[in-house]
């Protein structure tokens, strides 16, 4: 009844069988051995509907498996769409590869990813559209930093691990013998950075990757890189390791129960630790680190290295207002509670309560445990801090308490505006050289004109030297000043009480009631609350 011509279409003799119907057609059609082949309903329609004296219909065609394939805009992954064969070929393997390669594939295939595709052809109807992943790209991993691997406990590590008792309570004094090493001794162990790992995008296109930062070991007093193995610090001294950035230093120890009128001041150029207490009036200095287990009352303590109390630190105001606790660090506070004291270094870390207190901070300022500081501070001053976190800040009788945040920004702002007016003077002075060449440029006298404009060469490469310096300069106070305002902020965790005055740089906000869990921060240059959601 049908045949099939060499251009793949089935024919139905319209004369010979005279079809009574166009469902008789179709109904026969999938009775037929091209019962997969498409219908070509539109033909069949047409025939019954108009007068037609062609003696051959067509009504239906053969069509082979195809395959479409589909790259993302980024390159990043390949898709394929197989529409299954009507009536005619599958799609193979090879052909299916060739898709691929003249889609542009080149990285990123699996054949199994085809191979699932292709399957499809024997488990859908004719026609039927299949949609797979035929190819994937990779993302670049970037490579990581240096690492640096203590192989040493240190002093900071040791006082995190107070002593327990019989009953198994913590003796908060008595954290065991100090972790101390002899010269010779491995400190830090440096896993260097990684390069990272390239990507690519199924075109083949590299993604390259951003290696790992690699850091130097920097060895502190008391040790050296190793002679053996560069990625390796040693201690050249007897004493106690104490972590600095990116190595480590070995100090010697000066060890004493109380500080007091019978011990006098303590001025020592290693570290020094405090079993018990420092007593009203006394004074410690440190060119390594101070800690001190007990309680420091009135005492002045100042430090190179870190200042850690394990206990509280407890002054008083003054006649003249001034505090009569000060606690000075060139590296980090930590501390149980402060009131009435004065406390400056580069962070500052109370556990519990700062209460009274005045606080100059470079970088953080959190009153709370670290994970998740519930602290209150109250009282006194914050002369500075880039960050500052606590619990709760002021109290209910809405007293007045002042905040200031970025104030180093003033210096900045100083500075740059030194550096302002020291390139307009330069830039002057690169004005006046010009002029200078050209009236020297009128002198007739050869020799007397070479010696003249190699002079005022001179002159003009030092002070262009000294614009491109002020320039550089000016971009990174710039930059500095930029960091400092987008990085500041107040986080409070439980509340924020009215009469709490907050500047920002030159921006001010004062509180005038009480505020939920909240984000201060400086936003279109203007101090704005952000409120916390749970």
Not at 153 to 166: N, Q
Not at 171 to 195: C, H, N, W, Y
Not at 306 to 320: A, P
Not at 386 to 406: D, F, P, R, W, Y
């Amino acid at each position: 009844m049908f045949k099939l011509a060499h251009n793949g279409n089935v024919l139905l003799d319209v004369h010979e069988n005279s079809p009574p119907s166009a469902a008789f057609i179709i109904e026969a059609l999938e009775k037929s051995p091209f019962c997969e082949c498409r219908v070509d309903h539109d033909a069949i329609n047409n025939f019954f509907k108009s007068d037609s004296n062609e003696r051959m219909l067509v009504v239906a065609s053969k069509h082979d498996a195809s395959l479409v394939v589909t790259l993302s805009d980024d390159k990043m992954l390949a898709t394929g769409e197989l529409t299954v064969a009507e009536g005619g070929k599958v799609m193979t393997l090879d052909e299916a590869k060739k898709e691929l390669i003249k889609a542009g594939v080149a990285r990123g295939y699996k054949q199994a990813f085809l191979e699932q595709l292709l399957q499809q052809q024997f488990e859908l109807p004719a026609g039927e559209i299949a949609k797979g992943v035929l190819a994937k790209g990779r993302l670049p991993i970037d490579g990581q930093p240096s690492k640096f691997v203590p192989q040493v406990e240190t002093l900071k590590d040791r006082l995190k691990k107070p002593k327990l008792r019989e009953d198994g309570t913590a003796d908060m004094r008595d954290f065991g013998k100090l972790a101390s090493v002899e010269p010779g001794v491995l400190l830090i162990k440096q896993i260097p950075a990684t390069p990272g790992k390239e990507g690519f995008t199924v075109t083949g296109d590299v993604l390259p990757a951003k290696p790992g930062e690699n850091s130097t070991l920097v060895a502190g007093e008391g040790t050296e890189i190793s002679k053996n193995n560069p990625l390796e610090l040693i201690s050249v001294i007897a004493g106690v390791p104490v972590d600095i950035a990116n190595g480590m230093r070995v100090d010697d120890i000066f060890t004493i129960a109380d500080v007091n009128v019978k011990s006098g001041h303590v001025d020592f150029e290693g570290s020094v630790i405090v079993t018990h207490n420092v007593e009203p009036g006394m004074r410690i200095h440190a060119k390594g680190d101070i800690t001190v287990m007990g309680t420091v009352e009135s005492g002045y303590l100042s430090a190179v290295g870190d200042i850690t109390i394990k206990q509280g630190v407890i002054g008083h105001q003054q006649e003249d207002k001034k505090l009569s606790c000060n606690i000075i660090s060139q590296g980090d506070i930590h501390l149980s509670h402060g009131q009435y004291c004065y406390l400056e270094a580069n962070n500052i870390l109370i556990e519990r309560q700062a209460s009274h207190c005045v606080m100059k901070a470079t970088k953080l300022l959190q009153v709370g445990q670290e994970d998740n500081p519930q602290g209150k501070l109250f009282g006194g001053e914050v002369l500075d801090a880039q960050m500052l976190i606590a619990g709760e800040i002021g109290n209910e009788s809405g007293a007045k308490m002042v905040i200031n945040l970025a104030a180093s920004g003033a210096d900045v702002t100083a500075q740059t505006d030194q550096c302002l007016k020291e390139l307009a003077q330069t830039d002057s002075q690169l004005d006046t050289l010009q002029e200078a060449i050209e009236k020297a440029d009128q002198v007739k006298d050869a020799e007397k004109k070479k010696l003249l404009l190699a002079k005022i060469g001179a002159t003009q490469m030092h002070y262009c030297e000294q614009a491109e310096m002020l320039e550089k300069k000016l971009s990174s106070l710039e930059h500095h000043l930029h960091d400092l305002l987008e990085d500041a902020q107040l986080v409070v965790n439980k509340k924020l009480h009215s009469g709490v005055e907050i500047h920002i740089f030159e921006k001010v906000l004062l509180t005038n009631r009480q505020y939920p869990p909240c984000k201060v921060k400086l936003e279109e240059n203007k101090v704005e609350v952000e409120f916390k959601t749970t």
